[in-house]
Nanobody, 130 residues
Framework: QVRLEESGGGSVQAGGSLRLSCTISGIRVNSACMGWFRQAPGKEREEFAIAMIGAGGTEYDDSVKARFTVSRDIDNNAVYLQMNSLKAEDTAIYSC???????????????????????WGQGTQVTVSS
């Protein structure tokens, strides 16, 4: 059984930092494309991952580029999202997701679109106050 669990959310002042973790069980993190998605209060979840990592590298949405960094830890079977210079508009529930049909190498490509992902965590709340 595949399970994803996020942690590390919380409340922070604008300009602060948080590090989100996504621990994975049931499959190896290096066998998948992993994405971080978010849903702001009163809005639908964004259709495109704000950050994505696979064997071929990383990709970011313009809204978080140069502020957020996604990484993966093969030994601990986890994915992280380091969030710096946080803004009020970053307030959202952040969820990690896994696409195990692709790895980002051996001819496959990772995508940021939500419907490419098969497994999702429950999410962790991030609140940024200005």
């Amino acid at each position: 059984q595949v399970r994803l669990e996020e942690s590390g959310g919380g409340s922070v002042q604008a300009g602060g930092s948080l590090r989100l973790s996504c621990t994975i069980s049931g499959i190896r993190v290096n066998s998948a494309c992993m994405g971080w998605f978010r849903q702001a209060p009163g809005k639908e979840r964004e259709e495109f991952a704000i950050a994505m990592i696979g064997a071929g590298g990383t990709e970011y949405d313009d809204s978080v580029k140069a502020r957020f960094t996604v990484s993966r830890d093969i030994d601990n079977n986890a994915v992280y999202l380091q969030m710096n210079s946080l803004k009020a508009e970053d307030t959202a529930i952040y969820s990690c997701a896994a696409d195990f049909r692709r790895t980002g190498d051996d001819g496959t490509t990772c995508y940021r679109r939500d419907f490419m992902y098969d497994y999702w965590g429950q999410g962790t709340q991030v609140t940024v106050s200005s």
